[in-house]
């Protein structure tokens, strides 16, 4: 069908803004008027116009009479940006196609304001592909805290480094690649103070150059927030993390009251967290609820496995990323993507949902979503 071709354009638009538009959905907008298209936008970059304002200012032809078909429900409330369904109306839209419905209770409504206004609207068409853009939105808007995907690089027989410790490198270069491009999707990088201390990372975003299509010109990746986990201040002020803090936001999170450490990382430019559970770690949940509130809407977990079973015993993660190459290492002591006690059987353990595999270069992508919600466990 026609209409089926005007919103997988909208998503595919809509996509475009990947990594730009948070705290804000990535939304779509294409204009019809006589069976042809005569304008389209997205959401470029949060604070800048939404979709459908986009759409509007690129009309060939006047809009009066023409079907709007906009992935997510046009806002009706002043943020930002002004109303989208202000625009709608002025413009003299006939009738809006929309795909997803918005959770935001700030934004929601805009489909009934259209429709007292005399503008025909079709909701919850294409639905399931439209949502499927906003995962991390959905999730921010109504749990609060930020979406969490776990990323890790693992051996086929579930190794994430050799017997000696060494892990450089597992993956090949296609999927080291592409792991940059993940960075670039999550507003937030989370890795432990175990990293730092023997990676030494800069845990930045490493691709030169996206090129999008029409009109929006190339742009350098936008760089992910650098959150550590450091329970008692551990991390070297000459380590990168430290030296970079001026380019790159950082945060650390600690339990441990070290005034003297605290002081010269905040004069390093790092945002430092103390928040402790009563066994004295960082409580993880607690952590998230402040990131929420920073406008971090979504995390990549780099974390080694010791985070990594933490934030899952928490019931912090929503996503799983595996990159799996074609290799075997061995050793019974040698490191494994979740570590801990482990669950005591396997029908106690997190079965994750959706797989999907895709290949990349010489290795595979295994991504699965996990279900929620866990129950919350010391972390």
């Known amino acids: 069908m026609p209409e089926e071709q ?72 002043q943020g930002r940006t002004p109303p989208c369904t202000d625009a709608i109306l002025e413009n003299g839209i006939a009738h809006v196609v929309i795909g997803s419905q918005d959770p935001n209770p700030k934004a929601a409504g805009g489909a009934e304001v259209l429709r007292r206004n005399g503008i025909t609207v079709t909701e919850q068409f294409l639905q399931n592909e439209c949502d499927a853009l906003n995962e991390v939105f959905f999730h921010y808007i109504t749990a609060g805290r930020p979406y969490v995907a776990m990323k890790y690089a693992m051996t086929a027989d579930g190794k994430t480094a050799s017997c000696t410790g060494a892990s450089k490198w597992i993956t090949g270069p296609d999927a080291r690649a592409h792991v940059h491009t993940l960075r670039h999707r999550y507003t937030g990088i989370m890795a432990g103070i175990g990293t730092v201390l023997s990676d030494d990372p800069l845990l930045n975003c490493r691709i030169s150059e996206y090129r999008q299509e029409g009109p929006c010109p190339a742009a350098k990746p936008r760089q992910p927030v650098r959150i550590i986990c450091d329970s008692h201040l551990r991390i070297p002020l000459d380590s990168r993390i430290c ?114 595999v895709t290949p990349i270069g010489d290795d595979l992508l295994i991504e699965f979503n996990v279900p929620s919600p866990h129950p919350e466990s010391r972390a």
């Open 6 to 77: 005007y919103m997988r354009r909208a998503i595919r638009l809509a996509g475009l803004g990947l990594g730009w538009t948070s705290p804000n959905p990535m939304v779509g907008a294409v204009i019809v008027k006589d069976g042809r298209i005569i304008g389209e936008g997205w959401h470029r970059r949060c604070g800048e116009p939404h979709a459908e304002r986009n759409a509007l200012a690129c009309c060939t032809k006047d809009p009066a009479g023409a079907v709007m078909y906009v992935t997510l429900e046009p806002c009706c409330h």
């Open 243 to 356: 030296r970079t803090a001026g380019q790159y936001r950082t945060i650390v999170a600690h339990t441990h009251k070290d005034p003297q450490k605290q002081a010269a990382l905040e004069a390093m430019g790092i945002t430092v967290l103390e928040t402790a559970d009563a066994e004295g770690r960082i409580h993880l949940p607690s952590l998230m609820d402040a990131l929420g509130r920073m406008e971090i809407d979504s995390i990549l977990l780099e974390g080694g496995g010791t985070l990594n079973e933490a934030m899952l015993q928490a019931g912090l993660v929503q996503k799983v990323y595996t990159y799996m190459a074609p290799l075997l290492l061995g050793g019974k002591d040698a490191k494994t993507p979740v570590e801990g006690l482990g669950f005591p059987a396997p029908g106690d353990g997190i079965r994750l949902t959706s797989p999907a």
